[in-house]
């Protein structure tokens, strides 16, 4: 077994790694960008090495300076994590010219399984069933064009080395083909340096399921079950679950055998996953293979038992199979989480900023978080925006979700928008409780998935301003304390009058709405008026920013977060943001003006897509940004004209730069 081994990558899968090193006893060194200097996983490491600027291609994605580090430190192997260079053969060649352990396969098998296209031809080969589709090497624009027209729409363009949904889109109808191919293989080249693609047959509310496989260097090869990824946006997986609910046991065979046959095709060694598009009545065709560790294996592992990550290490060894297919059993059932900064209620656009409050649930047999950020940490334009995996295990599957709700409702991030609301809607959607999937769910349950945002309730409110109240009470005891005089009656916040009761307002922003919560002190407790109903309430503080209040004849046990005039607010299970509104500092919505367009997140203009001096229409395509290795479309926010781009194609912009000057309604 290795001494010591150098994780090439980052965040929650390195931090992953080295936990299931440590418990072996092996050493592990970390590498990190000038951006991630503090990031856990190299505090968590025995070691790291600094490999450069921010950005993944001057830092993280040169294997030279991967190959170096490792010769500094004596790492004997290279774990490559998912992403990054952990499908990249010419990294595995290079380190094995180096004299260093690639834990992954054979790079034979890495460029086999590479090109979609080519892995296509294999599979067929090995007798494993196939989308209908066009997996040829032929790339003029008319002919693929052509090949669409001829398997029927609506069809998938897919970068043929692509994958995490990158590089992929949906065309409905012949007109849209050629700008979907253009979009396709900008994105295809931006983040796998070749445009090269396929198009496949669309399949009509398909199941995207998966098996693992695992293969040793002594010709042993299982699969350990299969994980059912329908749940995904922008063909990207949300929410991942082991086994696939409804699934035969005799469909599992078949798929399980057609998984492994594919990895004996190609020579595999290590961890591995073949994935399938599954009809709804059961029939299954080849889509691709991940020749790397998943980012949902942890559901795997919850149902079976197994540490993936000590397979790996055992089988680059050159040790067998931990075990036999026949000693492989499914014991439960379990649903992985993706929290991620994003909003999903602007099309999961990825989010920015620190994590002012990070309180994951508490983990236990039945709840784990993996994890690559603590609170404090920033979440960075240059990666992926993931915060956590939240994987949870029960007995059965009702029994996960209910424990999937519980996680979900525990779970508090504030400084930053999160998709935790909207998993907790897509937990309790009656189509995924029920097993109704496909991977168009979130589309087909939109109604219910994005319902209209609502005002900020009247609990939620009042938590805010006992939150306040609370808190002006403990400064002034904090600076009573500090004063020469502490027990001075100058220093009480308690609203203590000679005559009438004092009075105050305080003021929220819920959106643009404002919100007056008129106070009145009382003795012991505050009497608070909000539209036009008044309540009772007392407060306490408990630790942290968690405090209990009373309203009226009710407890309640919440936590509100303060940053600047940001307030997060956490109640039974959801999170509501307002604003701190200072009288003083108000500005008339008068004053306001409409004329740019701004950008959402740092990012490159990659295209205009209009004209200065154009007229165009509501929801008309002005410009494309790429941003987090995605595109992103900015689109006119009414009917009007386009003055000016302030950005060419090329340029990076900054968050909030304005991109376009537009006039509305001209």
């Known amino acids: 077994m290795f001494n010591k081994i150098l994780i090439a990558n980052r965040g929650e899968i390195a931090c992953r ?151 992929m889109r949906l065309v409905e109808k012949s007109g849209d083909f050629p700008d979907a191919l253009a979009s396709c293989k ?63 046991e005799e469909r599992r065979r078949q798929m399980g055998e057609a998984a492994v046959a594919a990895a004996k095709a190609v020579g595999y060694v290590g961890a591995g996953t073949v994935e399938f598009i599954a009809m709804q009545d059961g029939t299954f065709y080849f889509m691709e293979m991940n020749t790397r560790l998943q980012v949902e294996h942890p559901v795997t592992e919850m149902i079976t038992g197994q540490d993936l990550v000590e397979w790996q290490l055992r089988v680059a060894a050159g040790q067998p199979l931990p075990l036999k297919q026949e000693q492989l059993e499914i014991r439960g059932h379990a649903l992985e989480a993706r929290i991620y900064a994003e909003d999903a209620n602007k099309g999961f656009l990825p989010a920015t900023g620190r994590l002012i409050r990070l309180a994951p649930p508490a983990e236990s047999i039945n709840v784990r978080v993996d994890t690559g950020v603590e609170e404090g940490d920033e979440i960075t334009p240059f990666y ?9 295990w029960d007995e059965t599957r009702d029994g996960a979700l209910a424990r999937m709700r519980k996680a979900l409702a525990d779970y508090q991030v504030a400084g930053l928008t999160t998709n935790i609301d909207f998993l907790s809607r897509l937990v309790a959607c009656p189509a995924f409780a029920g097993a109704d999937l496909d991977t168009g769910l979130i589309e087909r349950q939109k109604e219910f998935l994005f319902p209209e945002v609502q005002a900020v309730p009247r609990d939620a409110l009042l938590v805010a301003t006992v939150g306040e109240l609370l808190w002006e009470q403990h400064e002034a005891r904090s600076a009573a304390k500090a004063s020469g005089d502490p027990h001075s009656p100058w220093h009480a916040r308690d609203g203590w009058r000679m005559n009438l009761s004092a009075a105050r307002t305080i003021s929220f922003k819920d959106g643009e709405t404002l919100v007056d919560a008129h106070v009145r002190y009382q003795r012991d407790q505050w009497q608070i008026t909000l539209g036009g109903e008044t309540t009772m309430a007392r407060g306490k503080k408990l630790d942290g920013d968690r405090f209990a209040v009373e309203l009226d004849d009710r407890r309640l046990i919440a936590s509100v977060v303060a940053v600047d005039d940001k307030r997060s607010v956490f109640l039974q299970g959801s999170t509501y943001a307002l604003l701190r509104d200072d009288p003083l500092h108000r500005v008339d919505a008068g004053d306001s003006h409409d004329g740019g367009l701004t950008a959402p997140m740092p990012g490159k203009v990659v295209a205009l897509l209009a004209q200065p001096g154009q007229k165009v229409e509501k929801g008309t395509p002005l410009l494309i940004l790429e941003a987090m290795k995605m595109e992103h479309t900015i689109t006119a926010p009414a009917a009007g004209t386009v003055k000016a781009f302030c950005y060419a194609a090329g340029e990076q912009v900054s968050d909030g730069a304005p991109l376009v000057e537009f006039d509305l309604g001209s």
């Open 17 to 167: 790694v080295i936990k299931t090193a440590r418990r072996m006893g092996i050493r592990t060194v970390a590498v990190y960008s000038e951006a991630d200097a503090n990031a856990r996983h190299v505090r968590l490491a025995d070691e790291a090495v600094l490999l450069g600027p921010a950005a993944a291609r001057e830092s993280y994605l040169v294997a030279d300076k991967i190959i170096e580090a490792c010769k500094r430190t004596g790492a004997q192997a290279v774990h490559p994590g998912y992403g990054f260079l952990s499908e990249n053969e010419e990294f595995a060649e290079a380190l094995a010219a180096n004299g260093i352990t690639f834990i992954g396969p054979p790079a034979s098998a890495i460029r086999a399984m590479g090109s979609k296209s080519e892995a296509k031809k294999l599979m067929g080969a090995a007798s494993v069933p196939l989308t209908p589709g066009y997996h040829g090497d032929g790339q003029n624009p008319e002919l693929l064009h052509e090949e669409a027209d001829g398997i029927g729409y609506p069809v998938l363009i897919k970068a043929a080395a692509g994958g995490g949904g990158k590089g």
């Open 186 to 248: 900008r994105e295809a080249i931006s983040s796998f340096g070749n445009d090269h693609v396929l198009i496949e047959k669309y399949i009509t509310k398909p199941r995207h399921i998966e098996i693992q496989i695992f293969a040793d260097t002594l010709g042993n090869c299982v699969y350990l079950f299969e994980r059912d990824c329908s749940v995904q946006r922008r063909h990207q997986k949300v929410l991942e679950e082991a086994p696939a609910p409804g699934m035969p």
């Open 384 to 392: 992926d925006p993931m915060i956590a995996k939240l994987i949870v």
